[in-house]
Each structure stands twice: as C-alpha cells, then as structure tokens.
C-alpha cells in the first residue's frame, strides 16, 4: 500500500533556530517528492518538488534533500522565524506525477 | 499571480441535503482535483479529472459524490446526500505543464 510518513509529528523551536523535518515514502511507482506549507485553515502551499534524480531543492530558506534508495527526504529550515509556523506536509506523486500520497504533516511552531 | 478560486468559503448545511462546491481552477491548467482535509486530520484525495473526465478516484468517492467541469472555467464537487461525517475543509487543486500543484482556499463544509 502506498504510504507517507512523517516525523516528528509535531515541532516546537524558538526563532532564528534550524529545523528538519522527516519524510519517508513507500509509493512505487514513484515520480516525484513535494513539500508543502499549511497554514491552519489554508490551503497547502508548494516550497519544493523533486524527481528521483534530483536529490536536494532548495527555495530560500528551505532546503529539502532526497534520497530515492532509502525512500527517504527532508526538508531543512534555516533561521526559523515567527511565520514559519504552520504544518509541513511531503507528498508523493505516483505513476506520471498526476497521483498524489499525503502525508500526515509535522506541526511546526515557532516561539519568540 | 494566478490563483485558484473556491466558493463559498464555508457551507453549512442539514443532514441529507445536496451541496455543491464550486471551484475556478486556473486557466491553461490540465489536472483538476478534489481533496478533503477533516479538522486534525491529513489531507485526503477524493478524485482526479483530466480531458473532462475522471482520471483517478478514492474509496471515499463513492456514490453520493460527482465532479463536473461544466463550462471551460468551473469544477465543481457535488455531494448528493451529505452526512455528518463529510464535514471537512475541501480543497481544489489544479496542475499545469510545469506540474506545479495549485491548491484553493478550502471551503470548510459543515453538515449538522
């Protein structure tokens, strides 16, 4: 069965500090790797996408990296700040990239 | 920037009833889909449609749910006899040739 799963599931880190945050998939076949942004009552919002020969995106302060062996990927903030609070979902596309796998999100929040 | 519309932004509606959720993917996209999201809970995909039909669907998409894509601008997500357990935010998302997936507003249905 096609699965995503995400660790921890939920992050608290004070501003300026760095975060990573765990993705691991077993969607075969397997097209490419999103991040996505949540804000509480929004839609998601893309930061990354990767195709299994890329293995690192990075889009300002957000730097993901994927591993396509392990199945693995994760999504590095850097100099977290107040509004990086929301919840990180990693997707997963299937077939030619037009099927999706949600993952669970990892609840980040950012404190003063 | 162009952006994916959703209307209403919340619907509240009786046990039983017909409810219609309409959404303005945007234009030149090829891939429209319908996900929902229940309070707490992950993202969920309900049904993918491509070349005015649907491409891909869920087991949460069963009878009493149907997409239609009307005119060359609105797709719409029916849900025929709503229940309680329908009651969730519901996201549109349309994907272009760059295979960036756009995601709408929401509209946070509520059934009593």
């Known amino acids: 069965k096609n699965q995503v799963e995400q660790s921890p599931q939920s992050l608290i880190i004070l501003e300026g500090k760095n975060c990573t945050l765990q993705?691991?998939?077993?969607?075969?076949?397997?097209?490419?790797l999103r991040w996505y942004k949540q804000d509480t009552g929004r839609g998601p919002v893309s930061l990354t996408i990767?195709?299994?020969?890329?293995n690192t995106k990075s889009n300002g302060r957000y730097t993901a990296t994927l591993d396509a062996d392990t199945k693995q990927s994760s999504l590095h903030i850097t100099a977290s700040q107040l509004s990086d609070s929301a919840s990180y979902i990693c997707?997963?596309?299937?077939?030619?990239?037009?099927?999706?796998?949600f993952g669970p999100g990892t609840r980040l929040s950012v404190l003063p | 920037e162009p952006e994916v519309t959703q209307t209403p932004s919340h619907q509240v509606t009786q046990m039983g009833q017909e409810v219609i959720l309409r959404c303005v993917p945007i234009s030149n996209h090829l891939y429209f889909y319908w996900y929902r999201q229940i309070l707490g809970q992950k993202v969920e995909f309900l049904v993918s449609f491509y070349n005015n039909e649907i491409s891909e669907k869920s087991e949460i998409f069963d009878d009493q749910f149907s997409v239609e894509r009307p005119d060359g601008s609105n797709f719409t997500l029916k849900i025929r006899s709503t229940k309680l357990e329908d009651s969730a935010m519901y996201f549109c998302?349309?994907?272009?040739?760059?295979?960036?997936?756009?995601f709408g507003p929401g509209t946070r249905l509520t059934v009593t």
């Open positions: 997707v997963v596309g299937d077939n030619y990239g037009q099927n999706f796998v």
């Open positions: 998302a349309s994907i272009g040739r760059e295979y960036e997936q756009y």
């Open positions: 993705c691991n998939y077993t969607v075969s076949p397997f097209s490419n």
């Open positions: 990767m195709t299994f020969s890329e």
